[in-house]
């Protein structure tokens, strides 16, 4: 995940090439699994290949319509949401909840929390450091004694490609 919050370090370039994060994605899975002896296959696969395809959330169904490209027939949604269940608990994807969307992990290597740049605009959706406000989180949980299960923050605003072409 980036660590400083630069332009560059948010948002990828209108150019940037996608297949790199692809490639690395894919590595990272690949390791992953054989790491904790998990099994790959090619639906997971293709599944991640496509949520990486662009630094975009997609939805199930879209990822479904994405799949049957090329295919005699649809490919069933049980077998899409397999899938990302795998995916979502190895730590490979998060899920975005305001997009009902899923998006690559930055960093499947470790257990993390979810806090995302949303682009209102051209949809893009960084992964980004949570800093202060894991430090805010962890003192709100300890003066509640609240136990959070899970948390994810999402930030709805302009990428700084965006903001060039709105100025």
């Known amino acids: 995940m980036p660590s400083n919050l630069d332009a560059q370090s948010i948002a990828p370039h209108p150019d940037h090439d996608h297949q790199a994060c692809i490639d690395s994605a894919l590595a990272a899975a690949r390791e992953l699994c054989r790491d904790k002896q998990q099994k790959l296959t090619k639906t997971r696969e293709k599944v991640l290949q496509l949520i990486w395809g662009s630094h975009r959330p997609i939805g199930a169904y879209s990822l479904m319509d994405a799949l049957a490209e090329g295919e005699?027939?649809?490919?069933?949604?049980?077998?899409?949401?397999?899938?990302?269940?795998?995916?979502?608990?190895?730590?490979?994807?998060?899920?975005?909840?305001?997009?009902?969307?899923?998006?690559?992990?930055?960093?499947?290597?470790?257990?993390?929390?979810?806090?995302?740049?949303?682009c209102t605009s051209c949809n893009l959706a960084v992964e980004t450091d949570p800093g202060p406000f894991q430090a805010a989180v962890s003192q709100l949980k300890q003066q509640s004694g609240f136990a959070i299960r899970q948390q994810n923050m999402e930030f709805n605003g302009l990428c700084p490609h965006c903001r060039e072409l709105s100025e």
């Open 72 to 118: 005699q027939k649809r490919v069933a949604p049980p077998t899409v949401y397999r899938a990302l269940d795998f995916l979502l608990e190895l730590g490979l994807i998060h899920r975005i909840n305001s997009l009902n969307a899923y998006i690559g992990c930055q960093d499947p290597s470790h257990e993390h929390h979810c806090y995302f740049l949303i």
